[in-house]
């Protein structure tokens, strides 16, 4: 006998047999399984993202430091407080002596949550203070929150 298959208006009907796919319930476990993969990976990474920030708030205070000696040994004293560490990229008025910028770039650096930091001359706890208060932008606290100083 010859080929049963069925044809509508001389078209061949498709053969579904090996054909392959995913069903909805095939779906959504992998997307569970992707959910419950990122909830155990997040807070890790999260936490990497926090001591990361903190440890680049204390090489950005170690350099501003620095930076601060290299003024001091130009200069014969460091920033008062109203010139701040903008002292550092700006020549401050009757400075003849200045010889910077003492940074790389043309303005002074924010913490790595976008404030600025706190200099502090003369200083409570060395010839000046340099403070980040950290993600929550008060003193004190924990982990990421924690403030960050020159004298740590």
Not at 13 to 23: D, L, P, V
Not at 89 to 114: C, E, H, I, T
Request: no cysteine.
């Amino acid at each position: 006998m010859a080929n049963t298959r069925h044809k509508k208006k001389g078209r061949p009907t498709k053969n579904r047999q090996g054909e392959a796919g995913f069903t909805l319930i095939e779906l959504l476990v992998v997307m569970v399984i992707l959910v419950l993969l990122a909830s155990l990976v997040a807070p890790r990474v999260i936490g990497y993202l926090g001591s990361s920030r903190t440890k680049t708030a204390k090489v950005q205070i170690e350099s501003l430091s620095t930076s601060l000696e290299l003024y001091k040994l130009d200069n014969g004293r460091y920033p008062d407080a109203r010139e701040g560490l903008n002292a550092l990229v700006q020549r401050p008025a009757n400075m003849p002596s200045w010889n910077g910028p003492y940074l790389k770039k043309d303005k002074v650096p924010l913490d790595p949550w976008g404030a600025p930091y706190i200099y502090r001359y003369p200083g409570k706890h060395g010839p000046f203070d340099i403070i980040t208060l950290g993600a929550d932008k008060r003193e004190g606290g924990e982990g990421e929150d924690q403030d960050i100083a020159s004298w740590q």
